[in-house]
């Protein structure tokens, strides 16, 4: 069979192209170019671990998609006072669906990358799963590949260890098997990001009692703590954000518990919503506690937690979970 493995010149992708082609694939690696600085580094690197492989390669160009999806996308989020999450955007967007969408068009049937998620056969159908190993799953930033797309996806890794993922590699002989994974494009300076300068403001209360300053509300995101500048007993943390008035709002760890909000842009993966799920409202960690999902619309639904979830961010995305099965997800919209 004829599969494309998404490579970047990593060990992950370069571990799921060699265990396809040792079960006897035809592999052909691709890669894309999104107008980063760090492009061309990718390509080489890419470029030549297919030519070791002994494998067809192929670079696609994506930068126009991946400004207007992706980057525009992470400004106008941060400058709304939301938290942007760029890596499930893109994932939707560009990374699984113009790319394997370009390697079905030169010929393969299948689309592989180096991703720690699992697909497997459930009730519903083809359904997406977490890795086995819980640390590094990426399951919260894949739920939103369209299902024609998943169908045809594979995740080698899915069943393996970083730690074993880095002892074949070794095995292989790969120079790349302690290669530190790669960082998010967006880290770094978020005003580089969104290209503003730095805007003085105030930190305060829900009174409106300023607390302290900050040098502009798009740095910080719900829930955070450390770096507010704000000395002395208990500890705060952000529980709003006013764009307008270029304000910080903080509370108390119990102020910053939500126990219903609502979410948008709904993907659901089963024909009701019976029963309670975990879900994650961050990518790190595990799924927490129990929470029910009341459709009020198409593409809405408001989500109930008895013990209440920390730092939901509107902007992020709330990922359900039965078990290691994903049922479901959506973008934080109303807290």
């Known amino acids: 069979m004829k599969i494309a493995v998404g490579i970047s010149g990593g060990v992950d ?16 690696g691709v890669t894309m170019t999104v107008g980063l600085e760090e492009d061309g580094d990718v390509v080489s690197q890419a470029r030549s ?14 930068s126009r998609q991946w400004r207007n999806n992706v980057l525009d996308y992470v400004k106008t989020t941060y400058l709304a006072g939301k938290t942007p999450n760029p890596c499930v955007r893109c994932n939707e967007t560009v990374k699984f669906s113009l790319l394997p969408r ?39 930033f894949l739920y939103r590949i369209d299902r024609d797309i998943l169908e045809r996806t594979v995740f080698p890794l899915g069943e393996l260890t970083k730690e074993e993922v ?21 880290a770094g300076d978020v005003n580089a990001v969104i290209g503003k300068s730095d805007e003085p403001g105030d930190i305060v209360d829900a009174s409106g009692k300023v607390l302290g ?28 954000l006013d764009p307008e008035r270029n304000r910080v709002i903080v ?25 309670r799920f975990s879900l ?53 919209s109303n807290l």
């Not at 671990?49 to 160009?61: M, N, P, R, V, W």
């Not at 798009?218 to 007993?233: A, E, N, P, Q, S």
Request: charged letters at 25%; one cysteine or more.
């Open 251 to 275: 509370g108390f760890k119990d102020e910053a518990l939500k126990k219903s909000f609502e979410i948008s842009d709904l993907i659901w993966f089963r024909s009701d919503f019976d029963g």
């Open 102 to 140: 370009a390697a079905f068009d030169v010929g393969c049937e299948l689309f592989a990358t180096g991703h720690y998620a699992r697909i497997m056969a459930s009730n519903h159908g083809v359904s997406l799963f977490r890795a086995k190993d819980k640390i590094k799953d990426q399951s919260y």
């Open 213 to 240: 300053h900050h040098q502009g509300f798009w740095r910080y995101t719900y829930g955070k703590r450390k770096g507010l500048g704000i000395g002395g007993g208990v500890p705060y943390y952000v529980t709003g």
């Open 280 to 332: 994650k409202v961050r990518s790190a960690g595990e799924p927490k506690g129990s929470a029910t999902v009341q459709k009020v619309s198409s593409g809405r639904a408001v989500v109930e937690s008895e013990d209440g979830i920390f730092g939901v961010s509107p902007g992020q995305s709330a990922v359900f979970y039965d078990g290691d099965e994903v049922v479901g997800g959506g973008i934080i």
């Open 49 to 62: 671990l297919a030519e070791k492989l002994g494998i067809e390669f192929h670079t696609f160009d994506f």
């Open 13 to 28: 992708s370069t571990v799921a192209a060699l265990l396809l082609k040792s079960q006897g694939h035809e592999i052909v």
């Open 166 to 186: 880095r002892l074949k590699a070794a095995e292989f002989g790969l120079e790349v098997s302690q290669k530190p994974d790669s960082q998010d494009f967006c």
